[in-house]
């Protein structure tokens, strides 16, 4: 099997859900999805559901870019998929650049995340159009972005995170709860919580809060629950990531496997890992 070209983009977490407010804030995490550009023979993209990486093509060729002909995809990710962690934007993310690194075409971070947003409306994966979440898969740090704003001009508001904290996803299975733009509206308030916090430049309590007002909106109790819980046992920060049912917990080294044992008695799988560094995003784009 010959590789012709690879790209590597990370998962991430949500600091604000962008139905909320129209404003959208997520955070990459060093759970990463590399795809490469190979010749045959063909093989099947296991978790490739929504056929967005046949979106990704259509979306490079509409935009005149190089046509390279027959080619096949070979992706390896451990960022699990449909639970609120960005897999859809990493997986995106990841073939631009691969086709970006066959073609020489030199594509900014901007143009790729702009072509991301581009492939998963496409592919109808995504219901907020999902830039923070590009952005995420991208660079470190968190960014408060406007979804309606081309990529270069979106980012409205950006900051770093420590990264000597962990984070530990809890892992609930498929989501069940539905996700509502009505019922987002109606806790908008909540939201606003969320909001607050980023601009003041506290981007965990922005967690917790943007936590609370997902699960209120997706009326998942547990979640609820499992949030508080956690925060009782030492955590920093906790609250659901995207639409869920994945519950992000932000701790202190010295209490990390307190926190594993709780998620763990709710019946979770439980990934420990950190936000993504200038270091960690440099390894992924090579």
Known sequence: MNVLGSGSANGGISLLHAFGLGRGSSVGIELSTRVSIVEGPNREVVGDYHRLLDAVISTWNSE??????????????????????????????????A???????????????????????LAKCTITGSLDDAWSSLSCGWKLVDPELPASQSVLLEGEMDPGLEVLIGLRGIRSSTVSREKFSENSHLFERSLASIVNGAPLEALS???????ASTEDFDALRICNHSIAHGAIASGMSGSGPAIAVICYESDKETIIANLSDFGMDVISTRFSTTESVVEEVH
């Open 64 to 97: 005149g870019l190089p046509n390279h002909g027959m080619f096949y995809w070979k992706v390896e990710s451990n960022v699990p998929i449909g639970q609120g962690l960005k897999s859809s934007s990493a997986l995106a993310c990841a073939a631009l650049r």
């Open 99 to 121: 086709l970006d690194s066959i073609s020489w075409t030199g594509l900014s971070v901007e143009e790729i995340a702009d072509l991301a947003v581009t492939s998963q409306k």
């Open 209 to 215: 809060a943007n936590g609370l007002a997902v699960a």
